[in-house]
């Protein structure tokens, strides 16, 4: 079974895209799933027709579920045949299956439970992504270490992955996201178990493909889960699972900071009202709550900086 892998790949009007993305799936995946999103090109059909590898089987929703949604319909089938990892790529050939076997050696080692694609090591590559979505990325790959305290992870959207089984069989996969931040929430959730991820640095890779991806339509719902995210992440790790010092930061950080800032703003607001200028002992009673409350917080950043899992969960088990 550990040595069972098993490719994953996610449908919806990739018809003209999917026979090659198939054709370049090298001989380390002993089974692959198409599941075909209620694909209104008949993608899942076209891979019957014309697709004679042996290991490919076709998944079929009957309404759409999103690319989580059919990213876990894959998921299951895997771990029900028995793979022993799991990696999922698009259909839309922005993912290079020949950088498959990168994905698969740090879990195979021992080094990882979680793998996944980062385009931005490479500056040169990188220069083939829009613009757009290399801003876009980048301000959410920071948003997602807050959310989910893989700070050496970036690219958090990157959708080419991969995960051991026992780790997946661990997850709440009923909870995780079905839409484009399925990737973020996975990170999410492997961080309240505590499993080990690990950036596989690849190239960007873009054609004459359609994103289905709308920035404007993503941004808002995005920072939206990646803020309750963090609020989950915090209360799971550092009161309902532990209190440690850094709890403790936390709590007297925020209260000095909010108690500061109140303060200075009615004394301001005061001053300004009675034109009587704020004394020494008002602005350092202000000011002193607010540096204290800084210095705390970043305290506690740094301790969840350093709080990451090393050793992965799937040896340990």
């Not at 992955?161 to 997850?171: N, Q």
């Not at 484009?180 to 929430?185: G, L, Q, V």
Request: glycine share 10%.
């Amino acid at each position: 079974m550990e040595n069972r892998v098993a490719a994953v790949i996610p449908c919806y009007r990739e018809a003209g895209n999917i026979l090659g993305v198939l054709e370049g799936i090298g001989p380390e995946c002993d089974r692959v799933y198409v599941v075909d999103d209620a694909c209104p090109d008949g993608t899942g059909k076209l891979v019957e027709a014309r697709c004679a590898d042996p290991r490919v089987r076709v998944l079929y929703h009957d309404a759409n579920q999103g690319v989580g949604g059919a990213t876990l319909t894959g998921l299951r089938a895997a771990l029900e045949e028995g793979a022993g990892i799991v990696v999922k790529l698009d259909g839309d050939g922005q993912m290079d299956p020949r950088r498959i076997p990168a994905l698969l050696r740090p879990i195979a080692e021992g080094q990882a439970d979680y793998t996944k694609g980062n385009r931005f090591y490479d500056p040169d590559g990188l220069s083939q992504m829009p613009g757009a979505r290399r801003i876009g990325n980048a301000a959410l790959s920071f948003v997602a270490k807050l959310s989910t305290g893989y700070w050496d992870v970036f690219d958090p959207t990157n959708g080419f992955i991969a995960v051991h089984a026992d780790v997946a069989r661990r997850l709440p996969l009923d909870k995780l996201s079905r839409g484009y931040f399925f990737e973020s929430d996975m990170l999410f959730r492997l961080s309240t178990i505590r499993a080990v991820v690990v950036d596989v640095p690849m190239p960007a890779r873009y054609g004459d493909e359609a994103s289905g991806i709308r920035p404007a339509r993503v941004i808002v719902p995005f920072l939206v889960h990646h803020a309750r995210n963090f609020v989950k992440r915090v209360i799971y790790n550092y009161f309902l699972r532990d209190f440690s010092v850094a709890s403790l930061n936390l709590v007297t950080g925020l209260l000095l900071l909010a108690f500061g800032v109140a303060f200075g703003a009615s004394a301001w607001i005061l001053s300004v009202r009675s034109g009587v200028p704020a004394t020494a002992g008002t602005v350092m009673l202000a000011g002193l709550p607010t540096i204290l409350g800084m210095q705390l917080l970043l305290s506690f950043l740094s301790y969840d900086v350093q709080a990451r899992p090393t050793v992965p969960l799937h040896r340990r088990a």
